[in-house]
């Protein structure tokens, strides 16, 4: 991955989905010097959270989550050497909406809320600023139909539109999170045939985010031994969401908040939007055959 190449812009629903999905692709930029800018949408005020001593922070009680979510956030990004990080609108612009069909969804603030040409022209303003060659999001899913994930998916496609009709900045590349269907069911079966410990099962292939058929797979980055650390210790950060099993590059595994076990992904997978640069044959990271003037 050359440092020459224009930065990468990844966009996330909630702080601890860029760790999870991308810790080892943004890991990788900062590394080699890539400039790289996090666009989160919500604080993630709903989320259930994993630690006794901290289950008073949550929306039903303190409702203190988001600005402690914010604190992780910070120390998951300087895991990973990442120091541009932004909530979209700033601070509490957009509420974390719930899981669909959740109450938290009727909130005027909640993100699913968002009028498209709003939100989305705000990040049309970060990317006229960065003006990343590639942007990264969810797939029109949202990877698992969690509504603040789809509605991000909308709102970056929305906001690279309006940077290319507002501001004459088009970005080259727009990729999407996946896993490859193949790859997750080899992965889970690899947990039940050790066990899943420490956690009390292992999660079915409808646990896991974005997986799709192999032939929709165009890129797979995979981490360095430094580069899966930095993404396990990212991961460690968002303490109130995720658990993470082992420590540095031997972490392999984690859960969240339902305590079933996943495969912490040391290779990281991406499709490419219509309209997206394609990768040449051989292609190993996100940037590949992208012209470095762009």
Not at 164 to 190: M, Q
């Amino acid at each position: 991955m050359s440092s020459g190449q224009a930065g990468a812009l990844f966009v996330h629903a909630h702080p601890d989905d860029e760790s999870i999905t991308n810790g080892v692709t943004m890991a990788a930029c900062a590394e080699a010097g890539v400039p790289v800018t996090l666009v989160t949408c919500t604080l993630g005020e709903e989320g259930e959270v994993i630690p006794p001593a901290l289950r008073h922070l949550a929306a039903d009680r303190q409702d203190a989550l988001g600005p402690h979510r914010a604190g992780e956030l910070a120390a998951a990004m300087r895991a990973l050497g990442v120091g541009d990080h932004r909530l979209l609108g700033g601070p509490g612009r957009w509420r974390d909406s719930g899981m669909l069909g959740s109450p938290p969804n009727d909130r005027p603030a909640a993100f699913l809320r968002a009028g498209l040409d709003e939100a989305g022209g705000l990040l049309a303003e970060v990317i006229a600023e960065t003006r990343p060659s590639v942007l990264i999001t969810y797939d029109p899913n949202g990877g698992y139909g969690h509504p603040d994930h789809v509605q991000a998916h909308r709102v970056a496609m929305r906001g690279a539109e309006l940077a290319a009709a507002r501001h004459g900045w088009r970005v080259p590349r727009i990729l999407w999170n996946c896993v490859p269907k193949s790859e997750a069911n080899r992965r889970l079966a690899r947990l039940r045939a050790r066990g899943p410990e420490p956690f009390a099962a292992v999660a079915a292939l409808d646990d896991i985010p974005g997986v799709t058929a192999d032939e929709e797979v165009a890129l797979a980055v995979r981490g360095s031994a430094a580069q899966v650390a930095a993404k396990a210790a990212a991961m460690a950060a968002h303490a109130t969401q995720i658990e993470v099993a082992g420590e540095g590059a031997d972490a392999r595994v984690f859960a969240l908040s339902n305590g079933l076990a996943q495969p912490l992904w040391e290779t990281e997978y991406y499709r490419t939007a219509p309209g997206a640069a394609p990768f040449p044959p051989g292609a190993r990271d996100i940037f590949a055959g992208l012209r470095r003037e762009v």
